[in-house]
Nanobody, 123 residues
Framework: QVQLVESGGGSVQAGGSLRLSCAAA????????MDWFRQVPGNEREFVAG????????RYSDDVKGRFTISRDNTKKMVYLQMSNLQPEDTGIYSC????????????????WGQGTQITVSP
């Protein structure tokens, strides 16, 4: 039923750019805020960026602010994360997550999570 499928991950040199996509299915996408998280093995999951149900509000971690841009297309049921000037510290598994609009922004608890896609940034 519910699916959140990330794509666009891969390896990139420091200073490079990547765009992640998250395709949503099986739920009413416009009723949900969407967030991106990342996690390095052995570490806790870290919030990266989020966007409200209508795209009116966005939020970013201090570490990525000014370099990453989150956006969404409610017609295509897609959320994106444009990442520029990537640094080795950005390495991790990036996952998109959905949280019902009335509960957005939410800390870590979300309704659904994608499987994640690996980002590796080399020095």
């Amino acid at each position: 039923q519910v699916q959140l499928v990330e794509s666009g991950g891969g390896s990139v040199q420091a200073g490079g750019s990547l765009r992640l996509s998250c395709a949503a299915a099986g739920f009413n996408f416009i009723n949900y805020g969407m967030d991106w998280f990342r996690q390095v093995p052995g570490n806790e999951r870290e919030f990266v960026a989020g966007i409200s149900w209508n795209g009116e509000t966005t939020r970013y971690s201090d570490d990525v602010k000014g370099r990453f841009t989150i956006s969404r297309d409610n017609t295509k049921k897609m959320v994106y994360l444009q990442m520029s000037n990537l640094q080795p510290e950005d390495t991790g598994i990036y996952s998109c997550a959905a949280v019902f609009a009335s509960r957005w922004p939410a800390p870590l608890e979300h309704d659904w999570w994608g499987q994640g896609t690996q980002i590796t940034v080399s020095p």
